[in-house]
């Protein structure tokens, strides 16, 4: 039996179309150790409420200069360790998406109106935030391959955006830089205003 | 028939080359040895972020304040080399896992606070926490283990730990004020880890 030229050729259309649908192959699983660091590691910067909100303590550091530019990345991974162990503990805690927007919102419009309040001031709601960031972070820690791998990860995350945010502050010694850095503040905001707006349902 | 006479040196060749026959495989890692126990114990902390990152504290703390924390270097090594062969004595203390855990918060504080300590409460601090690693190191020996040869090992990795973090700690705070910072957000960075795994403890999940 002869097999028609446009059979055969659709039959060839098919089986392409096919290899379209494959999923793909992970030579690595992600299990263990590596997993758990990679799950920690990723969690706050695949989270941009999460994201935003940690670069903008760095550039509200920055504005603030000595001693907040340390301060305040040192005071929040402790704060935030607080929050994160109410979340693997299980205690719940109210609104905890409000609070990471809002977190974005007042931390970039700090940063866009080179807010200064006094240290204590300016520490307390950092900290304040802190606790829902780490609540959020600490929800998924006793799911992790590997929980500490996990802790070591997010925690890494979380230093390295502050510091992310604190060298991009440092363009505040220049008055171009001083107005960049404003305006990167605008758009923290302008981002949690989104995610505050998403938490209320009011957007996809 | 003539005959010619054999010089020393050919004969000398002529009795050794049989020699060689004899010989046994020559192995270039002694992991396929007894002595692969010693790198057991050096490979088990080396491989376990539970003991390296509270090690790396006690680093951290002496490189702030090495004039006062040199006494940690002496402390830490003898408390693990205890703590090692405690395991073997009374293998059944389930609280040293608390106690390890304990020390990410406790460290990891005094290194963010960069509090003065007296030297004395540096040595006993390091001391104690040598003795609750070195039991959980020591409990990863079994039956077929010689613990002559893997306590040296966890103590060696230990103490080159340790050394090197506070070495480079303090050459490089000492060269650069900022580096101080780095080191104690990293301090705080240990807290936080510590705080966390707190969570994950049995005593809360019943």
């Known amino acids: ?204 | 028939m003539t005959t010619r006479p054999i010089s020393r040196s050919a004969a000398l060749g002529g009795l050794c080359a049989p020699i060689l026959l004899y010989s046994g495989a020559a192995n270039a890692h002694l992991v396929n040895t007894r002595f692969g126990n010693f790198y057991d114990g050096m490979l088990h902390p080396l491989t376990a972020l539970e003991h390296m990152i509270p090690w790396l504290a006690i680093g951290l703390l002496i490189g702030l304040q090495p004039r006062a924390g040199r006494w940690m270097l002496l402390t830490f090594p003898i408390g693990l080399a205890l703590g090692t062969i405690l395991a073997m004595l009374a293998p059944g203390l389930g609280f040293v896992t608390a106690i390890n855990l304990g020390s990410f918060i406790l460290l990891g504080a005094f290194v963010a606070l960069a509090a003065p300590l007296p030297p004395a409460v540096l040595g006993a601090l390091a001391l104690a926490l040598g003795i609750s690693h070195g039991y959980s190191n020591g409990l990863a020996m079994n039956a077929a283990t010689n613990p002559w040869l893997f306590t040296p090992g966890a103590v060696t990795v230990g103490y080159l730990v340790v050394l090197m973090a506070a070495a480079a700690t303090a050459a490089v705070s000492r060269k650069w004020s900022a580096a101080r910072i780095v080191v104690r957000a990293a301090g705080s960075w240990i807290f936080a880890i510590g705080v966390l795994m707190l969570g994950t403890s049995p005593i809360w999940h019943g």
Not at chain 1, 16 to 27: D, N, Q, R, S, Y
Not at chain 1, 50 to 76: E, S
Not at chain 1, 174 to 201: D, K, M, N
Request: net charge neutral.
């Open chain 1, 1 to 204: 039996m002869l097999i028609k030229p446009q059979s055969s050729l659709a039959a060839a259309t098919a089986a392409a179309l096919t290899l379209l649908a494959a999923g793909p192959a992970f030579a690595h699983t992600e299990t263990g150790v590596a997993g758990g660091f990679t799950s920690g590691f990723l969690h706050p910067i695949f989270g941009l409420d999460h994201l935003v909100a940690m670069v903008a303590v760095g550039l509200w550091g920055a504005q603030l200069g000595r001693p907040a530019i340390y301060v305040l990345p040192i005071a929040f991974p402790a704060v935030m360790a607080f929050g994160g162990f109410l979340g693997v503990v299980g205690v719940p805690l109210p609104l905890v998406e409000v609070g990471v927007a809002a977190s974005a919102i007042i931390l970039g419009l700090s940063v866009a109106f080179v807010m200064k309040p006094s240290l204590t001031v300016a520490g307390l709601i950092v900290a304040a935030f802190a606790i829902f960031h780490g609540h959020a972070h600490g929800m998924e820690l006793p799911d992790a391959a590997n929980p500490l791998a996990y802790g070591v990860g997010f925690v890494l995350a979380t230093g390295l955006l502050h510091l992310t945010g604190i060298l991009i502050g440092l363009l505040v010694a220049f008055p171009a830089g001083a107005r960049a850095v404003r305006a990167c503040g605008a758009v923290i905001a302008a981002i949690g205003f989104y995610f505050l707006a998403a938490s209320a349902g009011l957007v996809a």
